[in-house]
């Protein structure tokens, strides 16, 4: 009997201790979900950084309000939303859409919300958010066009224009297997090569779509079916965040249920589409753009200067170990495009756990370019100095430094100035090229105008009128430099 007591004893013990454990489960799972890295990060240090290509609109633009730019969009709103829930404050990070995975995987932004669509690529990077819109997608034409296109069969042998990676990309190249599908970073460039005739139409989606129809009465709508037509927008967070993405898809969930977001959209449209004088628009950001260019420059020369120097003289050095160095740092900067060497600084430093900004990383990547390039300059203005200007302040007792220094480099600007004064003029226009990454400079400004005021053409107009300007500037002041170490030559007053 005993025996039998203590079995059934033992029995209970058991079974209470597999309930016990059974009921800690669900508890654990929540704790692990409730405190993922990414989460406990944004709250500790108040703020969550949003990845946005704001050219987008509806989704996302610029847009003066109260003599204040500001960007808006109904996914603008949406990010606002989950960080308000989360009880943080929104910071947007621009850059250009072929840049915000790698943002996202490299830790230098939270979130993306960016008209993005989950797809089998993308799902092996980062993890997606629920669904919080879907959209069809729609082939913009010429007016007058319309009744041409009429299947995507019709578009044999031409040239259809979509952004470069989104599913726009995919469904041309799915379904118009007879067209020529053209790549570009922005609908703003699809659009206007759509206007100058170079494309015969472009794919976009349907809120776009129709924007730019209702703005551009030389545009309209074809009548095109695609097999695979609808996708979703989604959330794009770091894949080891499952309690912040719990976070955003509740938002999700909750602005849907009560129709919030439906008034977002209305909003977003009310101010995609209200009138304003384009000057007094958009001046500001053209005036923005261009003392960014200029500080940029300033700064790109200012270190290039001095990096290139010390390269030149490295080159020129007995010790090999120092000679390679240069040789080595010279050839690879300028074997490279700068493109790839902002991109590896910018993303680069942040796998280093340096998180250094894009004005900053840009700065450093023209910094070190410009320094390549001006050693070659240099480098050959000293050996354009006769040697015997060395031999002869070498006797005069000076020592080989004090003569490069006091002797050959005074010789060597004459020289050097006017390739100087050209490579000046180069960093100024090649400076456009960091606007891939959000720096708001005079190209990242333009395209921002691009986006908002849908005038794809005038916008560059008056970015180029804005370069000239400054490269003009920039030739008189260098000559002018020129004419005063010509009238400085002791030379040319001897012989005078």
Known sequence: MKQIKHKLWALIALVMILLGTLGTLPTQNTQAAAT??????????????????????PYEFHKTINGQDKIVGFDISLARQVAKDIGVELRIKEMGFDSLLGSLKTGKVDM????????????????????????AQKVVVRKGEENKYRSVMDFKGQKVGVQKQTTQETTAKDEMTDANVVSLEKVTDLILNLQQKKLSAVVVEAPVADAYVQQNQALTLANIKFTNSDYDCAVAVSKDAPAYLASVNKTITKVQKNGQFKEWRKEANAQMFSKQNFFQAYGSYFLKGTGITIVLTIIGVFFGSLLGTLLALMKRAKNKIVKAIAIVYIQYFRGTPLLVQVFMIYFGTQLLHL?????????????????????????????????????????LGLSRKQAMRLVVLPQAVKTILPALGNE???????????????????????????????????????????????????????????????????LKKAAE
């Open 36 to 57: 993922d890295p990414t989460l406990t990060a944004i709250k500790k240090r108040g703020y969550m950084v949003l990845g946005v290509s704001a050219d987008y609109p």
């Open 355 to 395: 998180n250094v900004s894009a004005f900053v990383s840009a700065a450093v990547a023209l910094s070190l370019n410009s320094g390549a390039y001006v050693s070659e300059v240099i480098r050959s203005g000293i050996e354009s100095v006769a040697k015997g200007q060395t031999e002869a302040a070498r006797s």
């Open 424 to 490: 000046f003029i180069s960093l100024l226009k090649e400076s456009a090229i960091v606007s891939v990454i959000g720096v708001g400079e005079l190209m990242f400004q333009t395209s921002v105008v691009q986006g908002s005021s849908f005038k794809p053409f005038l916008p560059l107009v008056i970015a180029s009128l804005i370069y000239f300007v400054l490269t003009l500037l920039l030739s008189l002041l260098l000559k002018y430099f020129e004419k005063k170490l010509h009238a400085k030559d002791p």
């Open 112 to 135: 993306i919300v960016s008209a993005m669509t989950p797809t089998p690529e993308r799902e092996k990077e980062v993890a997606f958010s629920k669904s919080y819109l879907t959209v």
